[in-house]
């Protein structure tokens, strides 16, 4: 590598680190929290367990334990219904709302017991610690603009990993991988500190920032998606007026829908004139019963008013794409190990962030230092100057 190239690497790590530098600080802090979610909520004791019943006990249908939940908040609408059988077993998550078109702030959350029909929890619509990490890290509180720009500043952590690799090959031809010179000046030592933990996180920075960038794109891929592919799917819908009055049952939806994808299970259901569906149907999301085959999303358009199987389609490659990088991006696909290992290379992450901050200022020091040693020389060499010429 010529020493033209080794400058330029050089110029692009210090500037693109520089700019997202106080970014991906708070992107690594907020970070921390969310990867361990689940066990701060078991640990504060905010878990929540279904109750358990004798063998034998009558079922209740989903449209019953859905009535439950809307006696609880009267005069609302349901939006939403979301199921995880592995975290939260015989749990029912519903959402309700004065309209589906309302906005998110104004949503009621419900988590009902399926063998009981009753209310487990009423959580609060207000932010709370959790809540705060998650949007501070998803989009800085700032809606989409906010989670584009966190998106710019990702591409610019990609491109400082590029060049600082592009950097520190050199560098190890003429010494040891690892190597701190401890001997050395405290910059020095930061200088190796910083080089070596931004290589041994190489590929979990590489994983989570790449990751990161495609999460950004959610809600772009989302509104893409409604007026292309939904759209289609939904065609002969487009003249007919707005649903009134009671809509056909939960749990025949639900079944038509395992009828159209089998041997996928169900995890979410949007009801008609959500972000998620079209005016007219419950869009029923299905997923695979693989910890692989779990990301993999296929919606299942079930008419609202009759009951009746519309259409059913794959979710475009860029959608899929999103959906499958959001494990990656938390590592919660590994349970609690894969979560621990996430953690100690975030802390490293910000380690090498802070120490990237160190050498910049150091250098900038040093350089401010050697100047003013220059202009002390020049002015005592011109100050002899005179003197020899008097």
């Known amino acids: 590598m010529t020493a033209s190239s080794i400058k330029i690497w050089f110029n692009v790590h210090v500037w693109t680190s520089l700019i ?7 992107l690594c802090i907020t970070g921390l929290p969310l990867i361990f979610y689940e066990e701060i909520d078991h640990f504060l004791g905010k878990e929540l367990h279904a109750s358990v019943v004798p063998a034998g006990t009558p079922e209740y249908s989903k449209d019953a334990v859905l009535e439950q939940a809307m006696k609880k908040i009267p005069g609302k609408e349901a ?21 589906s078109e309302a906005p998110i702030e104004a949503d009621h959350y419900l988590t009902m017991d399926e063998r009981t029909a009753k209310v487990m929890d009423t959580p609060p619509n207000e932010m709370n610690f959790m809540l705060i990490m998650y949007y501070l890290h998803v989009e800085m509180l700032a809606g989409i603009p906010g989670k584009l720009f966190l998106g710019l500043m990702g591409i610019l952590f990609i491109a400082a990993i590029v060049s600082g690799v592009a950097l520190y090959g050199p560098i190890m031809k003429r010494y040891d991988f690892g190597m701190i010179r401890t001997e050395k000046s405290s910059r020095l030592k930061w200088l190796d500190l910083h080089n070596m933990l931004g290589i041994v996180t190489l590929a979990w920075a590489s994983v989570v920032g790449i990751s990161g960038v495609i ?38 939806a639900l079944q038509k829908a395992k009828e159209a994808a089998p041997g996928m299970k169900v995890s979410f259901v949007a009801y008609p004139g959500t972000l ?28 609202a008013e009759t009951g009746q199987f519309t259409a059913v389609r794959d979710l475009p490659w860029y959608l899929q794409t999103i959906f499958i990088s959001q494990p990656f991006h938390f590592g919660d696909y590994g349970g609690l190990p894969m979560k621990i290992i996430w953690a100690i290379f975030d802390i490293a992450t910000i380690l090498v962030l802070i120490s990237g901050l160190y050498l910049w200022f150091a250098r900038r020091k040093a350089r401010k ?13 011109t100050l002899a100057a005179v003197e020899d010429e008097d």
């Open 369 to 381: 230092n050697q100047l003013s040693r220059l202009m002390k020389n020049a002015e005592v060499l």
């Open 276 to 303: 998620y569906s079209s005016s007219h149907h419950y869009a029923v999301y299905m997923i695979g019963t693989t910890p692989l085959t779990s990301r993999i999303i296929k919606p299942v358009l079930i008419d």
């Open 20 to 26: 997202s530098t106080a970014f991906l600080l708070m």
């Open 215 to 252: 999460n950004t794109l959610s809600d772009p891929a989302l509104e893409m998606w409604r007026s292309g592919q939904l759209a289609e799917m939904v065609s002969t819908y487009k003249d007919k007026p707005k649903i009134e009055g009671k809509l056909s049952s939960l749990d025949g």
């Open 79 to 99: 939006k939403y219904i979301f199921w995880d059988e592995k975290e939260h077993p015989g749990q029912m998550f519903v959402t309700l709302a004065d309209s």
